[in-house]
């Protein structure tokens, strides 16, 4: 079993791989693949809830090979109850011992939760639920939204994201796992435009 120190190692040396690739003309990602014909083993060191805009892979983003990630992916990384049993079952039944709650920048069902309270916004027609239990961690930047533009709002979107990873850890640290010992639950931060991953305090 992987610790989630060392679960967190490979995950910012596979990010660190990712960003010079990204840096460097031509340079291609480098992801573990199993020989042909062979099934890897599934024993992820890591589980993932990431929101599911398709510009945020996490395999890739990580340099992760077949196996080695548990990955949950839904609009806005929100949980529900499939979530929570699909998070459990990485960590209790698949032994990873690190799970990290993944948002991006210029997330849209983040925008999209802020907006609810904006008259001037258009009606977006989807995500209803979604922004509903997203809604609840973006109180203390709600304002803030409210009265900026431009640049400032986008810094404040940014803030926003931030503010329901971690809202989003604190509601995973409350599930009952049946192996707590040794587990971390960790948040972190995609900036789209530089391929970074920005982990929080």
């Known amino acids: ?33 199993p020989d042909s014909g062979e099934v890897p083993p599934q024993k992820p060191h890591t589980v993932i809830l990431s929101c599911a805009d398709s510009r945020v892979p996490p395999e890739v983003i990580f340099q992760q090979g077949c196996g080695q990630l548990f990955v949950q992916r839904v609009a806005g990384h929100v949980i529900d109850e499939h979530m929570r049993e699909s998070i459990l079952f990485g960590c209790d039944g698949l032994g990873s011992r690190l799970v990290l709650v993944l948002g991006h920048r210029d997330c849209g ?18 995500l209803d639920r979604v922004r509903q239990l997203i809604q609840p961690g973006l109180r203390d930047v709600q304002e803030a939204y409210l009265q900026s533009s431009g640049s400032a709002r986008t810094e404040v979107i940014n803030d926003a994201v931030a503010c329901h990873v971690r809202a989003t850890v604190d509601e995973v640290k409350k599930f009952n796992f049946v192996e707590p010992d040794g587990l971390q639950v960790v948040g ?14």
Do not use: C, H, W, Y
Request: hydrophobic content about 50%; overall charge negative; charged content about 25%.
């Open 109 to 126: 069902a983040v925008k999209a939760t802020l907006a609810l309270s904006d008259p001037e916004a258009d009606e977006i027609p989807f």
């Open 188 to 201: 972190a931060v995609f900036d789209i435009a530089s391929g970074e991953v920005i982990f929080l305090d």
């Open 1 to 33: 079993m992987i610790s989630a120190q060392d679960a967190m190692e490979r995950l910012k040396s596979g990010n660190a791989g990712f960003v010079a690739a990204i840096q460097s003309d031509g340079e291609s990602v480098r992801i573990e693949t």
